[in-house]
């Protein structure tokens, strides 16, 4: 959880900045809000509380919302906190072979594969392949994470695809591996 | 003369860069988003509003086309939103701009391809109609190949976005083939001749009660439940057991089924008006389950592109023959477009029942269950062709123009 939360706000840190400016004329909202509650509470609060559903709760509760805590923010450089959904994934050799469109995880959130879908001719002959965490190498370039994988293309091409609703994954590990049937 | 003659080759062309539009709207659109970092749940919803809207712009696209009294004017509108669509692609690839983008190209296509079926129907006296249809089909199979393999590499060598540029650079010479078409009212009476004086809702509810159009629905639906999900399953197989030159091989199975369309659908047209629809119906729906069978069983490139070849038979056969029978039952009925967005409705609740029951029984079966499905919803299609559907126009003999008969 922890480890998520700098990425994800990473893009949004303006958020804050924004709350602040609102919170200098906070009086006369919260004025105006309570008002408004009470004049709810006055017209027979029972419906309208439940039809506000979150709201429920005693009139101070509002306040509480108006103004969000933020958690703590730190400001995390592009390429150290980076999205991985369509990044291109490079083989051996620095050819773009696919993108990664999925990845994999074990109970504790941990990375386990990366789905890459290994782009066919315009939008044709797509594949969906898990490869092992492990055989992923990632570097930086041009302040882009650069994903490079140490197998070669033709190899994953031969492995079965992933299937997101079969019970088991087959994924390609970085050891060295024969597959039934490839050429 | 010179006149009319303009506006058939007006129409060629339209076909040809319609057809070139069109084909920036296809399976490319997934690798597009994907390098715009979509997740795979956003780009399936967005597909999935597209063809939502698709099937549910049928009926309202035909009504419109059959209401505008001028079908230019209506093809001119679709053209443009399907302009506008794909520009949006190009500039605004957020959520907002795929979604209204996939919107308007749901509706605009729908609204084109029926404006160019009835521009078609208008120009031509009805029993060359089948000869005409035939040439649309080259003209846009020709202009589908050419383009597949522009935007292919545009889109693999230069950038994603220079598809749907291609796209929309490709309708300003429709638009301009479109121009070149004159006016075709005189010749439109030609549908309205049979139209009984009935009130509209009567007059729709015999249309919706004729055993050729609702025998046609049908086997359009089992139809498209065989084709739709198979090019793309197929498209895997080959990327899987072609470890070099796959993009070759994949390329190759896209322009085949195009080439061999171009080649046969003049002679479907021909064959349509000589043997019935009947035969030539059937023979292009068999196509599917030979296509479904090979797929399941044979190995190699080599051998999967030209088992993905058998697709130009049955898309041959039907793109001349869907709007060549909607236009026999509309001869009785009117509403010719009403009719043909029908049967798109039916053949494209087929294309979503196909995608779904293929990729469960990939996922839980295997790809070859997957084939074999398919193969047998064609045959059950091939065989419900046999069984009820009854022949639609009259066969002349060879050479005889003949007042239409009323069968």
């Known amino acids: 959880m922890t480890r998520h939360c700098p990425m994800r706000s990473a893009g949004r840190h303006r958020e804050p900045v924004v709350l602040d400016e609102i919170s200098e004329d906070r009086a006369t909202r919260s004025f105006s809000t309570k008002a408004i509650i009470a004049f709810a509470a006055l017209l027979g609060a029972g419906s309208v509380g439940t039809a506000f559903g979150a709201a429920p709760p005693a009139p101070a509760a509002p306040l509480e919302v108006l103004k969000p805590l933020p958690p703590k923010v730190k400001t995390v450089v592009k390429s150290s906190a980076e999205g991985i959904l369509g990044q291109p994934v490079e083989d051996p050799k620095g050819q773009t072979i696919g993108n990664v469109v999925d990845v994999l995880i074990d109970p ?60 088991s994954v087959p994924v390609a590990t970085s050891a060295v591996h024969v597959t039934a049937g490839s050429p | 003369m010179t006149g009319a003659k303009r506006s058939l080759a007006g129409l060629d062309w339209l076909n040809f860069f319609t057809a070139e539009v069109q084909t920036g709207f296809g399976a490319f659109i997934a690798v597009y988003l994907t390098l715009h970092h ?169 249309l919706f009660l004729d055993r050729r159009l609702l025998a046609f629905m049908v086997c359009m ?12 399953y197929a498209g895997r197989k080959i990327a899987g057991e072609t470890s070099t030159l796959a993009d070759i091989a994949i390329a190759a199975a896209i322009v085949l089924p195009e080439i061999v369309m171009a080649l046969l659908s003049p002679l479907v047209g021909r064959g349509a008006e000589r043997h019935g629809r009947r035969l030539i119906l059937m023979l292009g729906f068999a196509a599917e389950p030979l296509r479904g ?49 029908a049967i798109g409705v039916a053949g494209g609740v087929g294309t979503v029942a196909s995608t779904a029951v293929a990729g469960a029984i990939d996922s839980l079966v295997s790809e070859r269950a997957a084939f074999f499905t398919l193969a047998f919803a064609g045959l059950f299609a091939t065989l419900l062709v046999w069984l009820i559907m009854p022949e639609s126009g009259r066969s002349t003999p060879r050479g005889v123009a003949a007042e239409p008969v009323r069968s």
């Open chain 1, 108 to 167: 504790e959130g941990r990375p386990q594969a990366a789905v890459v879908e290994f782009t066919g001719f315009f939008g044709l002959g797509n594949r969906d392949v898990a490869v092992d965490w492990r055989a992923l190498h990632f570097s930086v370039q041009n302040d882009q994470i650069l994903i490079r994988v140490g197998l070669e293309p033709v190899a994953l091409k031969a492995m079965p695809p992933y299937k997101p609703a079969a019970e």
């Open chain 2, 38 to 206: 979509w997740t795979g749940l956003a780009i399936g919803s967005v597909l999935s509003l597209g063809a939502v809207v698709t099937l549910a712009s049928q009926i309202p696209a035909g009504l419109v086309v059959d209401w505008m009294p001028s079908k230019r004017v209506a093809a001119a509108i679709g053209l443009a939103a399907l302009g506008a669509s794909a520009l949006l692609f190009v500039f605004v690839p957020s959520q907002f701009g795929i979604g209204l983008a996939e919107i308007l190209h749901g509706f605009a296509g729908c609204m084109l391809g029926q404006a160019i079926a009835a521009i078609s129907v208008a120009l031509v006296s009805r029993h060359v109609l089948g000869l005409r249809l035939g040439r649309n089909v080259r003209f846009a199979s020709v202009g589908n190949g050419i383009a597949a393999i522009a935007m292919g590499v545009g889109g693999a060598w230069i950038a994603g976005w220079s598809v749907f540029a291609l796209a929309a650079a490709m309708c300003i010479p429709a638009g301009l083939a479109l121009v070149a078409i004159g006016p075709t009212r005189p010749q439109r009476d030609a549908l309205e001749v049979r139209r009984v004086d009935r009130a509209p809702l009567a007059e729709i509810g015999a």
């Open chain 2, 221 to 232: 639906a089992f139809f498209q439940l065989a084709d739709s999900a198979m090019l793309p």
């Open chain 2, 293 to 341: 069978f090979l797929f399941g069983v044979v190995h190699g490139p080599a051998l999967l592109v030209l088992a993905q070849g058998l697709n130009g038979v049955s898309a041959a056969v039907v793109g001349v023959l869907l709007p060549l029978i909607a236009a026999d039952i509309a001869h009785d009925h009117g509403h010719f477009n009403l009719t043909v967005g």
